[in-house]
């Protein structure tokens, strides 16, 4: 059975990412540019954006049903890198869309409370076991 940390972590990841879809699809023409809708390399857009979730899907499986702590270092990694550019994203779409920079920043909120459920103990001790069912984790005896 998975711990509630690693149920609340997939509960807040899937809402993030959701979400993060439901901005891309919505802001599609800047996503690529307006100018570049006129051209064939949207396709190409689409094609990485797909690829970009297929990850967050996979890092999302690896975590929450297969317990794969090296999955949840590279998301740890992935989202530590995300927050470099997160500060002056944030700013500049301050500056001209601010219902679209609380979304982003909605999400941003919602990555960082999932990654935190990840190192609660019932989580790390689950992640550590492979999510075998009754592992006994020695150190806990310490």
Same mark, same amino acid.
């Given at each position: 059975?998975?711990?509630?940390?690693?149920?609340?972590?997939?509960?807040?990841?899937?809402?993030?990412?959701?979400? =993060?879809?439901? !901005?891309?699809?919505? %802001?599609?023409?800047?996503?690529?540019?307006?100018?570049?809708?006129? +051209? /064939?390399?949207? +396709?190409?857009? !689409? *094609?990485?954006?797909?690829?970009?979730?297929?990850?967050?899907?996979?890092? #999302?499986?690896?975590?929450?049903?297969?317990?794969? %702590?090296?999955?949840? #270092?590279?998301?740890?990694?992935? /989202?530590?890198?995300?927050?470099?550019? =997160? *500060?002056?994203?944030?700013?500049?779409?301050?500056?001209?869309?601010?219902?679209?920079?609380?979304?982003?920043?909605?999400?941003?909120?919602?990555?960082?409370?999932?990654?935190?459920?990840?190192?609660?103990?019932?989580?790390?001790? #689950?992640? @550590?076991? @492979?999510?075998?069912?009754?592992?006994?984790?020695? =150190?806990?005896?310490?």
């Amino acid at each position: 059975m998975r711990p509630q940390s690693i149920i609340r972590f997939e509960q807040f990841y899937l809402t993030s990412t959701a979400l =993060t879809i439901l !901005l891309q699809l919505l %802001n599609f023409a800047g996503l690529i540019g307006p100018d570049a809708l006129k +051209e /064939t390399n949207s +396709e190409l857009v !689409l *094609v990485l954006v797909a690829i970009s979730y297929a990850l967050a899907f996979v890092i #999302w499986f690896l975590i929450a049903r297969r317990a794969s %702590n090296i999955a949840k #270092w590279f998301f740890v990694v992935i /989202t530590l890198l995300g927050l470099i550019g =997160t *500060v002056p994203m944030l700013a500049a779409l301050l500056s001209t869309d601010v219902a679209y920079a609380l979304c982003f920043a909605v999400v941003t909120a919602l990555n960082l409370i999932a990654l935190a459920f990840l190192f609660r103990r019932d989580a790390a001790q #689950w992640l @550590r076991s @492979r999510g075998q069912v009754g592992v006994i984790d020695i =150190t806990t005896f310490n």
